[in-house]
């Protein structure tokens, strides 16, 4: 039976909570009223769909990209997968007189590993200023997840010559399907999390909800921000268009920015539910500009399910993706930056998470006392790839062997009662052997185990019939997120988890 939510801005006001100053004023745009409520089932719940496998001799573009690294040129880029001939090129747009151009910089062979990702070989790459060169020998070491014809998230590599050689670093992408332009008849609601940004330090939100309309090519968000623990953002209102270019059909923000240097953000909203926004701002490490998701950096997102999501089934699937942490300056001998990871292979009984439990146990309530509470049921329990190569330790999830650790868990916590796919209670679980630790390295306090947690919030959906799982935390919140350097100490700094349903 359909029933009426109550509105969405009363469920806003219920989650107001202690401001943690941020002034409404950074946000720009005028607030209009939400709808009077989102229709949802009840009584019922979404599971996953049956995964159909796609033609063998399928060609994937995507566009987006939500991460800003510097020294890359990834920045609104596209990538097609040509699973034919088994090849990846990806270009992006470049600032040229004034004008963005759209220019090739990556091109490489890729092959399916065991573990799910797809293992990337770059025979040309850009340096740090952009420049396209063939590689002797080709870049080994990216990689990427597909959910073909609905997104990728990809870690491509750039180099950076050195008077000792060439090394590499990472160049983390988030792309989505953008064969056309947004043709809703009735407006369709998104949920999202904002991407971390190396160069900003304080954030105006952390998470959101925007509801999407089209009227020709022009394209509306009804957005409404949030910050983890803390009172809502004002929501707001902001309009781009739509245009077929040639990376696709793209909406550009603000309306008639496309083509511009002066462009903001560029959204690529796919017909399967993916959202991926590219968004550089004209003032990096400022927040004058706020964007269409009010964060003042890219978003991942996914189309609201039309009813509440089956908990059990959604952490009980498995995923890889990306952990993000671009504030992490941690040496290593990896870019610890952007980690290949897995979750949901393990389970809170599994032998490989026992170091994990023990972690959490010794901290909770007592010791470093850094664990509040200890996982729920709605855990996933999963970490990232590390194995031993010729230069040192990397994180690799393509080796023959490849398995990832059980050093960090997501406990989603509580879907909200009225909208489906929306977690806003998360936490996320650090152990002590999460980088620049390791088994044989442990993270320990007073001789201990070391572990912490902090508050998150997730979003979830499904993206042609496979789950897909985001997750946002901020250095701002009580307590905040944080990460252990390599003396041990715990430095406050966003991480960001990005899930796909691992193909089967």
Not at 384 to 395: K, M, Y
């Amino acid at each position: 039976m359909l029933i009426a939510a109550r509105a969405f801005q009363s469920w806003f006001v219920a989650r107001s909570r202690k401001s943690r100053g941020i002034r409404s004023k950074t946000v720009r745009y005028s607030v209009l009223g939400w709808p009077a409520a989102i229709l949802v089932l009840a009584g019922c719940s979404e599971t996953a769909k049956t995964v159909t496998s796609p033609s063998a001799d399928k060609v994937n573009s995507y566009f987006g990209n939500a991460f800003v690294v510097q020294g890359t040129a990834l920045a609104k880029s596209s990538a097609t997968f040509d699973h034919t001939a088994r090849q990846v090129a990806v270009s992006a747009f470049i600032v040229n007189q004034k004008t963005q151009v759209p220019a090739e910089l990556i091109n490489g062979t890729f092959a399916a590993a065991d573990t799910g990702f797809l293992g990337i070989t770059e025979n040309f790459a850009p340096n740090s200023s952009g420049v396209i060169a063939p590689q002797n020998p080709p870049l080994t070491g990216a990689w990427a997840v597909e959910i073909p014809g609905g997104g990728t998230l990809a870690n491509f590599l750039s180099v950076t010559s050195s008077g000792v050689g060439v090394s590499t670093r990472a160049a983390p992408a988030a792309m989505a399907e953008n064969a056309a332009c947004p043709n809703f008849s009735d407006t369709t609601y998104f949920f999202y999390v904002m991407v971390p940004n190396a160069s900003l330090t304080t954030d105006v939100a952390d998470y959101g909800a925007t509801g999407i309309s089209s009227q020709g090519s022009a394209i509306t968000f009804r957005t409404q921000p949030f910050l983890i623990g803390a009172s809502r953002p004002v929501g707001f209102n902001a309009t781009g268009g739509c245009s077929e270019t040639n990376l696709g059909a793209l909406t550009s923000f603000p309306l008639n920015s496309f083509g511009s240097s002066s462009n903001l953000e560029l959204i690529s909203i796919g017909q399967s539910g993916l959202l991926v926004s590219s968004f550089n701002s004209v003032n990096p490490g400022q927040l004058t500009e706020v964007g269409a998701f009010g964060g003042g950096t890219g978003v991942i997102g996914v189309r609201a399910p039309a009813s509440q999501l089956d908990v059990g089934a959604l952490v009980g699937t498995q995923y890889n993706g990306i952990l993000y942490s671009p504030q992490n300056t941690v040496p290593a001998t990896y870019d610890i930056t952007t980690l290949a990871s897995a979750f949901g292979n393990h389970t809170a009984a599994s032998s490989a998470c026992s170091g994990l439990q023990a972690a959490l146990a010794a901290n909770h309530g007592q010791g470093g006392g850094g664990v509040a509470s200890l996982p729920s049921a709605n855990t996933l329990f999963g970490g990232e790839f590390l194995s031993a190569g010729s230069a040192g330790t990397v994180n690799d999830p393509t080796g023959a062997n490849g398995s990832e650790n059980c050093d960090v868990a997501i406990d989603l916590g509580q879907q909200d009662s009225s909208s489906g796919g929306l977690f806003p209670n998360a936490t996320v679980f650090i152990g002590s052997n999460f980088p620049p630790y390791s088994t044989s390295n442990p993270w320990t306090c007073g001789g201990a185990p070391c572990a912490v947690s902090f508050p998150a919030a997730a979003v979830a959906g499904q993206v042609n019939g496979r789950y897909v799982i985001f997750v946002s935390t901020s250095a701002a919140s009580t307590p905040p997120a944080q990460l252990p350097d390599n003396f041990g100490n715990l430095r406050s700094q966003p991480v960001g988890i990005y899930l796909f349903q691992k193909s089967q």
